[in-house]
Each structure stands twice: as C-alpha cells, then as structure tokens.
C-alpha cells in the first residue's frame, strides 16, 4: 500500500490497523491479489494483484527485503514500515 503523504502518529497507527485487517482478510482465504486490487493506493502494483515484478536483491529498500526474504513462500509478513 502506497500512503500518498507524510504521515504522523495517528495516521501510522490508523494505517497499520487497516494493514492488519486486510492481513486477517488474507489470512482467512481472501486472495492477495484481490484485496490488492480493492484496498491499494498503489496505482500499478495494486492493479496487477500486487505483484512488484522481479528482481534481485538491492530493487527494493532495506526494511522490505529484511521482511521479504525471511519470509517462506506462502507465508504473509507483518505490515512494514518504510519511507513509503
């Protein structure tokens, strides 16, 4: 999910809650990919189902490749805090 401006307290913890709900919805068998069509700000990656494409190490900032590559297939992270 893309937050389109710099957030403050309120709107980080605002956004994690609907990051973890969207999460559960996953959880509980929704597709990833329609939940990224519907509730992404991301105008590219949310209208392809949230696919970021490929790419090697070092395409992406720091804190979202620790939690990607930790990550066994199949499984969800918890939301990440970036700059973005």
């Known amino acids: ?10 709107d980080s913890a605002d956004t994690r809650a609907r ?3 969207l999460r559960e919805r996953i959880a509980k ?4 990919e329609d939940v990224a069509k519907e509730a992404s700000d991301d105008s590219v990656s949310g209208a392809d189902g949230g696919s ?4 090697g190490k070092g395409r992406f900032v720091a804190e ?6 930790k990550l066994r ?3 969800i992270s918890a939301p990440v805090a970036t700059q973005f």
């Open 64 to 69: 979202f490749e620790d939690a990607l590559y």
């Open 73 to 75: 297939q199949g499984e």
């Open 19 to 21: 990051l973890l709900a």
């Open 52 to 55: 970021l494409g490929r790419g």
């Open 1 to 10: 999910l893309v937050i389109p401006r710099t957030p403050n307290a309120a």
């Open 29 to 32: 068998g929704e597709k990833f």
